[in-house]
């Protein structure tokens, strides 16, 4: 059976999509990009500081699902520039224990949506 989930507290999907889809035990959540939910205005600063509203988005939808990044098995991060790298990974290094965290790809692609600079999909467990 699945459950969609989806909260205000993140950005509301754009197109035909939910934030998550939980099926049994596993959360499927939707790339999150820098929207600030409140406002819907993307977050214009830094590559770090795009990362970390898309850390606080993906965040949201766990917590609506009761989950939490520990439940995250795995991570697509997608970038538009791989030099973006080691920025991206001290953000994401924040929410995640290095003995215990995801698997995980990060992939150089030639544009996001709204042609921002990091896309993140997590697939979470209970």
Do not use: C, W
């Not at 600063?45 to 990362?51: K, P, V």
């Not at 991060?77 to 995640?96: C, S, W």
């Not at 949506?113 to 997590?122: A, L, M, R, Y």
């Amino acid at each position: 059976m699945k459950e969609i989930i989806n909260t205000s507290n993140a950005p509301a999907p754009v197109g035909p999509y939910n934030q998550s889809v939980k099926v049994g035990n596993l959360l499927f959540v939707s790339g999150q990009i820098a929207l600030v939910p409140a406002t819907g205005e993307l977050v214009q600063g830094s590559i770090e500081e795009e990362t970390e509203q898309v850390m606080k988005n993906l965040s949201a939808v766990l917590t609506e699902a009761g989950m939490n990044f520990d439940n995250v098995v795995k991570a697509s991060v997608f970038v538009k520039d791989m030099h973006d790298y080691g920025k991206i990974n001290g953000v994401y290094a924040k929410y995640f224990d290095e003995a215990t965290a995801p698997a995980r790809e990060l992939v150089e692609v030639a544009n996001l949506p709204k042609f921002v600079n990091v896309e993140i999909s997590v697939i979470a467990s209970l």
